[in-house]
């Protein structure tokens, strides 16, 4: 079994920025790609950013510039950096690991940008 904890969620004022964390430990034998994606009521669950296991990253047209993800492949951590945040940014944002052929995602961590 593969576990995925996320933490660094929260409220922030706009313009403000929040460090999101993801740290996955179990039974992984390769990681493809970890990523973050966020959800808001009624609506699907968007890719925000994405990187491979040879770095290569992509990202949401909305959060280009803002946001930057990267890895720390020792501990299989996933960090997303946000800056810059806007009230449309708010969101339970999700952790997202792929390996060959299967998924996993952690349970969400909240991010309000409110004044």
């Known amino acids: 079994q593969v576990q995925l904890v996320e933490s660094g969620g929260g409220l922030v004022q706009p313009g403000g920025s929040l460090r999101l964390s993801c740290a996955a430990s179990?039974?992984?034998?390769?990681?493809?790609?970890m990523g973050w994606y966020r959800q808001v009521p009624g609506k699907q669950r968007d890719l925000v950013a994405r990187?491979?296991?040879?770095?290569?990253?992509n990202y949401a047209n909305s959060v280009e510039g803002r946001f930057t993800i990267s890895r720390e492949y020792g501990k299989n951590t996933v960090y997303l950096q946000m800056n810059s945040l806007k009230p449309e940014d708010t969101a339970v944002y999700y952790c997202?690991?792929?390996?060959?052929?299967?998924?996993?995602w952690g349970q969400g961590t909240q991010v309000t940008v409110s004044s």
């Open positions: 997202n690991l792929l390996t060959t052929g299967t998924g996993y």
């Open positions: 990187i491979t296991s040879d770095g290569v990253t």
């Open positions: 179990g039974s992984i034998f390769r990681i493809n790609a």
